[in-house]
């Protein structure tokens, strides 16, 4: 299940934000907000974008580094969401 | 755990990092001491197990309390802490905690604002806000919404963090990437990452002293498009001080494994306002981000993503303005709430909320991965960069009147003035075109260098090492040695000199604009050091002096003795009557002249008359009278010589005054004119009058411009002149007023009998011997012109100062003054003595034996 949540998230951030890079350069620990490539914005649109694709409900205490700063934090965050659904 | 070539290499850059800091005498004293403590903590951090290491970060950073404050000090900041800190661990519910941590906030408040005498030293106030102001609401979020427990190590590293000691402004750190981010990654990157960007905070550092020494126009003083230009660029390029001290900070925390996020990341090439707001205090965005916007934001949202984006931006903006006044509070005492700030957020908040609308819509234009140069890039951040500048003007201005009375000066210009601007903005579009902080996974769009970067680091801490050595540049350029050695000692520029001695006439508490300079000078400064306004021995009057010594006081100045004679001066009690035989010289000029932190025993003309009479083997009597007044300006002495000076008929009259006459002029005249005063001549009056600037005295509401005003009177509302716009008008004419001054000045002393001497000299300080223009001007009026600026040159000057936070001559450095006064007279013949010395020279070395 996780590995699916990173191979998705990982589509997702390479087609929308980094378009042409090579997305197995995009590892599960690569720093997605602290390297600059999810702003405040960006990092909304993935709220949403998580929301919506795994029915999902976030916090806003959960849009920080610690929950959305990788792909792996990202996949945990959304397997604790779907386990606890 | 780190190789021995590893750390050995990391020792050596610690090592030339402090030989830079003490070689530029950086931040502070204490700051050194601390990278020292620092430097030596990491070696044995280094070599510690793991899971040692945040107790031993928690213990260096509660030891750096005593070695920046003593003993006494430090515990009582660790006390005061330790209890806020016990606070968020008591056996109580959530909310009762934020109760009471609010409680113990508003009883610190009220003693932060003076309610009652505290037992600690008032130093320690910024720092303790500084550490808990913000902080404290993040560790209180940390605590309810993240899975990290809690330890004491912990608690104490985070908000004691070395070297928070050293730094009031500190970066807001997370707790949450506090603790996680602790030895995340590889150690050794980890360090060489800190090395160099504690080498980039030094840089930014240095380059602050040469734009704040050498580049900052003061509003006084512009005249034209080129030193608009000049200001406006220089307020803006000061906050290379914020970041430079942020790098620092950040640097040093990575080499106790802290992997923070990079900070002011090249925000001078931000491409929009919202890249602006991205890179320059991440930290600071990341806490509004994470209290603020997100909370706002995901209550909003049902309202429509882009409802609740704008509402969020807004609310971040409000939230930060407020937050500053209330940092304010904490740092310096005061809650600053103006004008000036209220429009710098609103502005910068509505270019922000207008950019991030555009990226919605449209997304954000990263140009990704390009390393091309791109004219559209470089000419959205020349704007961008252009805009910041304009509005860090406005935040810096003392009011919004004045800031807009600044621009008129840009309708005065010539062709110099358009080709340097215009050679600037090609240079920063050539530079700017280059997309320098694209994110890539790859690493495609780095600067390629032929040096890898541990080497890069050292070579350049080794230069500027290098650079920082006067005596080695002193082969190669005169001129750079100078400019190095300029920057090498924290000292004030010419702007703060004015504001440190600022007059009693200057109506506008601004003490929240007063640089950190000025400010750090004031913060030192004892209860009982009051200006003189302050005291029994000021005597406020309703004519054109504005304010004299009341006569006949003795009062304690400076911690010194005062007398004020019968006739108002600050001397023994005299006759107005010359007896016969007797030689008067009679000494006017402000603080330096008056004597401020002397006392009656040690002002100059005590020394100079005990001088006289020594040289001249008693043959003759001599008598120095002392005529001076604190920060009285040139105006004032033209009343002061005519009315009460020349009834006592002295042999020579010696004005002095130093390189910022004109604007003390600028402010007398502006007193004058607003208490309504009528001006003693005609040639005066008719020079104000030319300025317009009589209009301040006029009856009604202060109204800006002239058409401002004449639409006011259309209305029948009486309008006058703002203070502001007065002071802009008039100091135009700064050079006129001290040429009116010394016409009347020189003509009056010599229908008097008395030879009129011109003498520039300061308060303690190395001596800019730049020409002034007001010396040749004094010359043209018939004064014997001395130049005495470099009086003190030579001498260790901090031996010669009043205090360490008052650079007023002491009896050391008056004496100095007046051995140096009386040699420049005897050198030009202008004193009856039996044998003088050849030069005046010799007679300093002669002194000095």
Redesign the interface.
Known sequence: MRDEVVETVRQYIIDT??????PR??GPS?ELI????L????T?DLV?YLEGRFNIEL???E????SLGTLDRIAQLVETKLDAG | MLAGLDLFGVLLDLGLLLLIIYQFQLVSRSFFHVTLLASVGFAINARLPLRFRLHFFATLSVASLAVAFGFVNGAWLLVLGGGLLAICHLPITFPWKVGALLLAGLVLAALRAGVLAVPWSPSIWPILGSMFMFRLALYMHALRHEKVQPTLARGLGYFFMLPNVCFPLFPVVDYATFTRTHYEGDAAATYRTGISWMLRGLVHLILYRLVYLHLVVDPSDIADLGTLAQHILSTFLLYLRVSGEFHLVVGMLYLYGFRLPETHRLYYLASSFTDFWRRINIYWKDFMMKLVYYPSFFQMRRYGATRALVFSTIIVFLATWLLHSYQWFWLRGDFPVTVEDGLFWVILGGLVVVNALREARRGRDRLRGRSRWSGALAVRTVATFLVLCVLWSLWSAESASQWLWLWTAAARFDAADVLVIGLFLAAGLAIAGRNWNAPSLGGANRVASIMPPVLRTRVALAALVLAGTPQLVEPISSRGAALIASVQEPRMNERDRVLEHRGYYERMDNVARLSSQVWQTVATRPDDWVPLTETAAWRVRDDFLRADLAPSTRITFYQAPLQVNAWGMRDREITLEKAPGVYRIALLGPSFIMGAGVGDDGTIDHFLEERLHRESGDSIRFEVLNFGINNYSLTQQVVMLEERVMPFAPDVVVVADNATMHRRAVSHMLAVLYAGLPLPDPELTALIEATGAHQLGHQGRPIPFEIGRRLARRFELPARMPWNEAHARLRLVGDDLVGWSMRRLAATARQGGATPVFALMDIVGEGDMRAVPAMKVAGNAGFTVLDIRDAYAGHDLKSLQVAEWDRHPNEAGTRVLADRLFAELARRDMLPLAARPASGSETHTALED
Do not use: R
């Open positions: 934000y980094l378009p042409g890079e090579d350069a995009l690569t602290s390297s600059g490539i702003d405040s914005l960006a909304l949403s916090d806003a205490h849009v920080d580094t610690a």
